[in-house]
Each structure stands twice: as structure tokens, then as C-alpha cells.
């Protein structure tokens, strides 16, 4: 399918509310981006790209690497990882910290904060330098050796990262992190700082689609765990608003306060989206609209 004048379609119809919402206010480094810009990108299966807009001007992942994280823990060290973090939706923003006394030290699910510290914790556990892996399998998967971090942006979150430390913090004293917390925070932090467009992120995303199978064509999840990620995506990929991302879009997808989404056709195509304002949950106002246009004109969506 040639998705290049649907793609043309959407940005023209979503380019009023290009610049609407807020770009992240916590991190200085993220507050300073122009919030006029939109891309779009989908990957088929075979990897060939179609894109609009800015649609290869690298942005702060943010967020969005917590998928390709939990997907790396899950096939380096197998499903004991859910013993560690739950697969529930929060109803809580991101960054919460209510629910983890209530719950002994346990996140309700990996893609909020303090599911994805678990996650990367397991991984350093797993591989000795979680942020360098993930960067690797990143370049592997999207095709672009030059993926790289953005030291501002890691700076950044790590001299604003109070919260992030009180939740990585709070868990340790459950015992449900295994390294020193400084160490699980370096990670985490430049783990978001990772930098990716549309394209490295649509590319990178494909094993969602392709039920498990890496860019090589070699194995990395099961076909099981492929629909299991895809799963906790759909329930809790974009935080306390994942019921309304599900109403109005109705894929698997992963948001980051970068202004970036990846959602996932499984068995045909990988989508992301980017556009830095934001809506009081977190999620960008122009990239949900622009997905919520593509399964309304397509009709590719789960449902
Ligand atoms: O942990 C943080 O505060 C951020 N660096 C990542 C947050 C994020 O993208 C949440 N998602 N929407």
C-alpha cells in the first residue's frame, strides 16, 4: 500500500492544531523546542518508510523507549520480570507516586516511572549497562548507526529528577531494585535522553507488527510476548488517558513528553508520530488527532 497521500491528507488536516497544547515544562531542555513542528512516518513490515513533515528531525524519545526497554528485559531474562511490576493500568499520571505504598513497593504496570525503573533496573542487571543496550538495539533495529543521546536533555532530567529518585528510592526500601539507585537513576535518565525521528522510531518499532520477528529476521520476543507488549500498550502505553487513546485511536501505542507516539498495526505497519505540544496528560495534541485520522480513514485499527 502506498500510504505517501494519506499521510499528505492527514497532516493537512491536522495542521490547525499543530503548535496546540504545551511542550514539557519540567525539563528546561524540552520547554525550549519549537512547537510548530509535525512529522508522521509509517514502516511496513518489509521496512520501506513513508513520511510528511518533519518526519526525520530527531526528538527526545523520551518515554517511548520504556516499550523497546521492557522488550529487551523480557528477551534477555524471560517473564520473571512480571513478578517484579504489574500489567494493570494506573489510572495515575506518569510520574505518580500514590499507588506504590498501597501496592508494597509493586508499579502497577511498566510504562509508568516507576514500572520503567524496574524494568531498566532488571535490564542492568541483566546486561551491565542498560542505557548502551538499549541505544544498540535501537541503531539495530531502526537502521541508523548514528542514533545517539542528548546530554543536554540527560542533564537536564537528572538535576530535575527528584521525583524519579523518590520512586526509585521507595521501591529499593521493598527490596524491588537490585542495583544502587544513582547507577538504576544514569540509566534511566539517559535512556529518555535517547534522540530518534519518526522514521528511526517507525522502523525501529516493526518487531510489534511482525510478532516478535527483529529487522534481521532473527527471533527477539515470542510470538506470545510480541501480543503481550502490544497488549500493555493498548491498556496502559499512554498513562492516565489510555482509555480515551484507545476510544479515539484503537492501537497499541507508546507516548513520550517529547511530543512523540509509536502505535503498532500488528501484521501490517508501524506508525510515529511527533509534534512537541502536549495535552494535560502528556500526550501530543496533534499526534493523537493525526493517528486518530489514520485508522478513521483506513479503518486499520484492533477493533
Ligand atoms: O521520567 C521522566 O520524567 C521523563 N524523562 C520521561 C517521561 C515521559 O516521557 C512520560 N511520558 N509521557
Same mark, same amino acid.
Given at each position: 500500500?502506498?500510504?505517501?497521500?494519506?499521510?499528505?491528507?492527514?497532516?493537512?488536516?491536522?495542521?490547525?492544531?499543530?503548535?496546540?497544547?504545551?511542550?514539557?515544562?519540567?525539563?528546561?531542555?524540552?520547554?525550549?523546542?519549537?512547537?510548530?513542528?509535525?512529522?508522521?512516518?509509517?514502516?511496513?513490515?518489509?521496512?520501506?518508510?513513508?513520511?510528511?513533515?518533519?518526519?526525520?528531525?530527531?526528538?527526545?524519545?523520551?518515554?517511548?523507549?520504556?516499550?523497546?526497554?521492557?522488550?529487551?528485559? $523480557?528477551?534477555?531474562?524471560?517473564? %520473571?520480570?512480571?513478578?517484579?511490576?504489574? +500489567?494493570?493500568? @494506573? #489510572? !495515575? *499520571?506518569?510520574?505518580?507516586?500514590?499507588?506504590?505504598?498501597?501496592?508494597?513497593?509493586?508499579?502497577?504496570?511498566?510504562?509508568?516511572?516507576?514500572?520503567?525503573?524496574?524494568?531498566?533496573?532488571?535490564?542492568?542487571? $541483566?546486561?551491565?549497562?542498560?542505557? %548502551?543496550?538499549?541505544?544498540?538495539?535501537? +541503531?539495530?533495529? @531502526? #537502521? !541508523? *548507526?548514528?542514533?545517539?543521546?542528548?546530554?543536554?536533555?540527560?542533564?537536564?532530567?537528572?538535576?530535575?529528577?527528584?521525583?524519579?529518585?523518590?520512586?526509585?528510592?521507595?521501591?529499593?526500601?521493598?527490596?524491588?531494585?537490585?542495583?544502587?539507585?544513582?547507577?538504576?537513576?544514569?540509566?534511566?535518565?539517559?535512556?529518555?535522553?535517547?534522540?530518534?525521528?519518526?522514521?528511526?522510531?517507525?522502523?525501529?518499532?516493526?518487531?510489534?507488527?511482525?510478532?516478535?520477528?527483529?529487522?534481521?529476521?532473527?527471533?527477539?520476543?515470542?510470538?506470545?510476548?510480541?501480543?503481550?507488549?502490544?497488549?500493555?500498550?493498548?491498556?496502559?502505553?499512554?498513562?492516565?488517558?489510555?482509555?480515551?487513546?484507545?476510544?479515539?485511536?484503537?492501537?497499541?501505542?507508546?507516548?513520550?513528553?517529547?511530543?512523540?507516539?509509536?502505535?503498532?498495526?500488528?501484521?501490517?505497519?508501524?506508525?510515529?508520530?511527533?509534534?512537541?505540544?502536549?495535552?494535560?496528560?502528556?500526550?501530543?495534541?496533534?499526534?493523537?488527532?493525526?493517528?486518530?485520522?489514520?485508522?478513521?480513514?483506513?479503518?486499520?485499527?484492533?477493533?
Amino acid at each position: 500500500m502506498d500510504y505517501q497521500p494519506l499521510l499528505e491528507q492527514i497532516a493537512a488536516d491536522v495542521a490547525p492544531l499543530v503548535g496546540g497544547g504545551t511542550p514539557a515544562e519540567y525539563i528546561p531542555a524540552l520547554a525550549s523546542v519549537d512547537p510548530g513542528q509535525f512529522g508522521m512516518a509509517v514502516a511496513d513490515l518489509d521496512g520501506k518508510v513513508y513520511g510528511v513533515g518533519d518526519w526525520q528531525v530527531p526528538f527526545s524519545a523520551q518515554s517511548i523507549t520504556k516499550v523497546f526497554a521492557l522488550a529487551l528485559a $523480557l528477551a534477555e531474562g524471560g517473564d %520473571s520480570l512480571w513478578e517484579r511490576v504489574g +500489567r494493570e493500568p @494506573s #489510572g !495515575n *499520571p506518569f510520574n505518580s507516586l500514590v499507588q506504590l505504598e498501597y501496592e508494597n513497593g509493586v508499579p502497577r504496570n511498566p510504562f509508568i516511572n516507576a514500572g520503567a525503573l524496574v524494568v531498566t533496573d532488571r535490564l542492568q542487571t $541483566l546486561t551491565g549497562d542498560a542505557s %548502551s543496550e538499549l541505544l544498540e538495539f535501537l +541503531r539495530q533495529e @531502526s #537502521g !541508523n *548507526p548514528e542514533l545517539g543521546f542528548d546530554a543536554e536533555v540527560a542533564a537536564s532530567e537528572q538535576s530535575h529528577g527528584d521525583r524519579n529518585a523518590a520512586l526509585a528510592h521507595f521501591m529499593a526500601s521493598y527490596g524491588n531494585i537490585d542495583n544502587p539507585v544513582p547507577t538504576l537513576l544514569d540509566h534511566y535518565f539517559w535512556q529518555c535522553a535517547i534522540e530518534m525521528s519518526c522514521a528511526d522510531l517507525a522502523r525501529a518499532a516493526r518487531f510489534l507488527a511482525r510478532h516478535g520477528l527483529r529487522a534481521d529476521g532473527s527471533r527477539l520476543l515470542t510470538r506470545s510476548e510480541a501480543k503481550q507488549v502490544n497488549a500493555v500498550m493498548l491498556t496502559c502505553g499512554t498513562y492516565d488517558a489510555a482509555g480515551e487513546f484507545a476510544y479515539r485511536v484503537g492501537l497499541p501505542g507508546k507516548s513520550g513528553v517529547g511530543g512523540g507516539i509509536v502505535a503498532v498495526v500488528p501484521g501490517v505497519c508501524t506508525l510515529a508520530v511527533w509534534s512537541p505540544g502536549l495535552d494535560p496528560h502528556g500526550n501530543s495534541v496533534a499526534g493523537v488527532a493525526s493517528l486518530d485520522r489514520f485508522t478513521t480513514l483506513t479503518g486499520l485499527s484492533v477493533f
